[in-house]
């Protein structure tokens, strides 16, 4: 069964950075796609950053040049490199794998972790 398990989140002040890594158990992240997604309270789930097949990467406009995606196949592990983070960054972030076509619409990702916060103070 696939399971997915987020770290690396924590409090931290803002202009700071942070890395999140999203391992993979029972599935392989090569070949399909991977994506962050975040959650603040009382909003939607919005998309940060997805991986297609470990080469294409696309990110939602207020994280470009903030953030960056990447894969290690080797580990199985994705990760979310945020720099420059802000106050309004502060959410519950999720790794998610979607089988198919990589799309932007979390309601159709298949596979997620439990999250891990990230805080940023001002």
């Known amino acids: 069964q696939e399971q997915l398990v987020e770290s690396g989140g924590g409090s931290v002040q803002a202009g700071g950075s942070l890395r999140l890594s999203c391992a993979a158990s029972g599935y392989t992240h090569n070949g399909n796609c991977v994506g962050w ?3 603040a309270p009382g909003k939607e789930r919005e998309g940060v950053a997805r991986i297609e ?3 294409r990467k696309y990110y ?3 994280m470009k040049g903030r953030f960056t995606i990447s894969q290690d196949n080797a580990k ?3 990760y979310l490199q ?3 983070l802000k106050f309004e ?3 519950m972030y999720y790794c998610a794998v979607r089988f198919g076509v990589c799309v932007s619409d979390w309601r159709t990702w298949n596979v997620w972790g439990q999250g891990t ?3 940023v103070s001002s």
């Open 76 to 78: 199985n592990t994705v």
């Open 53 to 55: 097949s470990g080469v």
């Open 60 to 62: 939602s406009d207020s």
């Open 37 to 39: 997604f975040r959650q």
């Open 82 to 84: 945020m720099d420059s």
């Open 89 to 91: 960054d502060t959410a």
């Open 117 to 119: 916060q990230v805080t």
